[in-house]
């Protein structure tokens, strides 16, 4: 088990928002930058790459000398990366050994409805029942997780259950980087804390071809915040009662859970040695709440460096953009070029956040070794297949707000989308397929909004044009305090049952998500 007695008896303290840990933290840039496993198929027979995932506890040493229980996708925190071909199908199956029923979901695929990883299509495991299920108190995690809406996620009629579930992708798509993690109703939040994330790439020959930095100069980033509690497991406030009991001490976690460590593959603060070359960078802010501003420092003199910016959540930009900074909300991906041959060997350049402070200002960095010779190239092209959607191709226009409100019979704190909590049982939106359709989104404090199924173009924010990060084709937006934005998708992918949802993910899980239908 998680230790999770001892770790409710002895929490760490939660100053405003963010989480401190109770044990001894390393100094930065000390542990080597892990790389995920690369997951190899079980078969390639058929066309289509099959996997198998387990996911179980296991104890990793994320800060050194301290052990950590987590929950994990085949034993490791990132969970191990797929690597895809575009239009390759993918049959992952997901065995849960797990003391909870789990969700899987892949953020950013183009994936048939019975794949998309609905709040309550659960993988059980084996002996787990809906009675097991409310008496998980042993895990910390009784009642409705931090919602408290109390909605029907014992409702037969809602939920599905599967021993096993094998998860197709398609990926029939644009090749990019995705990401796979839980997706359980009220419960995405803390699962996702303890560990269940991983990557997943789609690759094509036609981005293999521009002659992008490769191989080793290609380094996939999930940069996730976490905080540590005195016996080493990681600390989340909803399995407190201590917290959960007193008054005003939901506000940590209403407005989402932020850790004191900055973790980068799972590892604190890391370093990781480069040639004086190219280096693509694919990041993942897969933080629960966490917002970054990213910056590269030159710690010799202070400098912010310029990159270039080559691709975003749903793949390649037509062109670069470049910048000083980047930010970078939750569930967000960049693709970035960065060259360290612009930095003398020795120098050390610091990824840092700029929105952070104190020890959440670094996030990792990179130490230029040698020199090396280069032959990547940034092409002024990226690509051409991006959708040529417009404005007067939406057939209709809806608004959407973002807004925190009451909700459940006990009219808790909760986040909405349009004054509503999420139901699975009520459809929020119906969509005729192919129909292209203007979405106007409004927000109350930050919120990073989540489309499932389609990217989207941003066609404007607080009525005026994008920002120039928000180029290309996007599927989370991070709406800033205030701020409304226009977005244009078009629903030409599958037909069923998805999602849209604050990706503050617990947001997410107090009620900020809804049901969208295409027909
Ligand atoms: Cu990254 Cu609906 O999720
Ligand atoms: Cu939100």
């Given at each position: 088990g998680l230790g999770a007695a001892a770790a409710l008896s002895r929490h760490p303290a939660a100053t405003g928002a963010e989480l401190r840990s109770a044990v001894p933290l390393p100094p930065p840039f000390r542990v080597p930058l892990p790389l995920p496993a690369v997951l190899a198929p079980v078969s390639r027979a058929g066309g289509t790459d099959r996997y198998a995932i387990t996911q179980r506890e296991v104890t990793a040493e994320i800060l050194p000398g301290v052990r950590t229980p987590l929950w994990t996708y085949g034993g490791t925190f990132p969970g191990p990366t797929i690597e895809s071909r575009r239009g390759r199908p993918v049959t992952v199956t997901h065995r849960n050994e797990l003391p909870v029923p789990t969700v899987v979901h892949l953020h950013g695929g183009r994936t048939p409805a019975a794949s998309d990883g609905y709040p309550t299509d659960l993988v059980t495991?084996?002996?787990?029942?809906?009675?097991?299920?409310?008496?998980?108190?042993?895990?910390?995690?009784?009642?409705?997780?931090?919602?408290?809406?109390?909605?029907?996620?014992?409702?037969?009629?809602?939920?599905?259950?599967?021993?096993?579930?094998?998860?197709?992708?398609?990926?029939?798509?644009?090749?990019?980087?995705?990401?796979?993690?839980?997706?359980?109703?009220?419960?995405?939040?803390?699962?996702?804390?303890?560990?269940?994330?991983?990557l997943h790439i789609v690759r094509d020959a036609a981005e293999e071809a521009l002659g992008l930095p490769a191989g080793p100069r290609e380094l996939p980033?999930?940069?996730?915040?976490?905080?540590?509690?005195?016996?080493?497991?990681?600390?989340?406030?909803?399995?407190?009662?201590?917290?959960?009991?007193?008054?005003?001490?939901?506000?940590?976690?209403?407005?989402?859970?932020?850790?004191?460590?900055?973790?980068?593959?799972?590892?604190?603060?890391?370093?990781?040695?480069?040639?004086?070359?190219?280096?693509?960078?694919?990041?993942?802010?897969?933080?629960?709440?966490?917002?970054?501003?990213?910056?590269?420092?030159?710690?010799?003199?202070?400098?912010?460096?310029?990159?270039?910016?080559?691709?975003?959540?749903?793949?390649?930009?037509?062109?670069?953009?470049?910048?000083?900074?980047?930010?970078?909300?939750?569930?967000?991906?960049?693709?970035?070029?960065?060259?360290?041959s612009r930095f003398p060997v020795g120098s050390r350049v610091?990824?840092?956040?700029?929105?952070?402070?104190?020890?959440?200002?670094?996030?990792?960095?990179?130490?230029?070794?040698?020199?090396?010779?280069?032959?990547?190239?940034?092409?002024?092209?990226?690509?051409?297949?991006?959708?040529?959607?417009?404005?007067?191709?939406?057939?209709?226009?809806?608004?959407?707000?973002?807004?925190?409100?009451?909700?459940?019979?006990?009219?808790?704190?909760?986040?909405?989308?349009?004054?509503?909590?999420?139901?699975?049982?009520?459809?929020?939106?119906?969509?005729?397929?192919?129909?292209?359709?203007?979405?106007?989104?409004?927000?109350?404090?930050?919120?990073?909004?989540?489309?499932?199924?389609?990217?989207?173009?941003?066609?404007?924010?607080?009525?005026h044009p994008p920002l120039p990060h928000d180029a290309g084709l996007k599927d989370t937006i991070s709406l800033r305090p205030g701020e409304s934005a226009e977005l244009l998708t078009r629903f030409d992918a599958y037909r069923g049952r998805y999602l849209f949802h604050c990706h503050n993910a617990e947001h997410e899980d107090m009620g900020m998500m809804a049901n969208l239908e295409v027909v």
């Open positions: 495991p084996a002996g787990w029942t809906q009675h097991a299920g409310h008496g998980m108190s042993g895990h910390g995690m009784s009642g409705h997780g931090m919602s408290g809406h109390g909605m029907s996620m014992h409702d037969p009629r809602a939920v599905t259950s599967e021993l096993t579930r094998d998860y197709t992708f398609p990926l029939d798509q644009r090749p990019a980087l995705l990401w796979y993690h839980d997706h359980r109703m009220d419960f995405t939040a803390p699962a996702i804390w303890r560990g269940l994330a991983g980033l999930m940069i996730a915040d976490r905080a540590f509690a005195e016996d080493g497991s990681l600390a989340y406030p909803s399995l407190d009662p201590t917290l959960r009991e007193r008054p005003g001490v939901r506000e940590p976690y209403v407005a989402g859970v932020l850790g004191d460590v900055i973790l980068v593959n799972g590892a604190p603060w890391p370093v990781h040695e480069v040639d004086a070359a190219r280096y693509r960078l694919r990041l993942l802010n897969a933080s629960n709440a966490r917002h970054y501003e990213l910056a590269f420092v030159d710690e010799g003199d202070g400098r912010l460096w310029e990159f270039h910016q080559i691709g975003s959540d749903q793949g390649l930009l037509a062109a670069p953009v470049t910048h000083h900074t980047l930010p970078m909300a939750p569930a967000e991906r960049y693709d970035v070029v960065v060259d360290f610091r990824l840092v956040n700029r929105l952070g402070s104190g020890r959440t200002r670094d996030v990792m960095a990179f130490h230029v070794v040698r020199k090396a010779s280069d032959d990547s190239r940034v092409p002024r092209v990226l690509s051409t297949d991006l959708p040529a959607w417009r404005r007067e191709d939406a057939v209709r226009v809806r608004d959407f707000s973002f807004r925190a409100g009451r909700m459940g019979e006990d009219d808790t704190h909760g986040w909405l989308i349009g004054g509503l909590p999420f139901a699975p049982s009520r459809t929020d939106v119906t969509v005729r397929h192919g129909d292209t359709e203007l979405w106007r989104l409004v927000a109350d404090v930050h919120h990073p909004v989540h489309l499932h199924l389609t990217g989207f173009r941003i066609l404007s924010r607080g009525g």
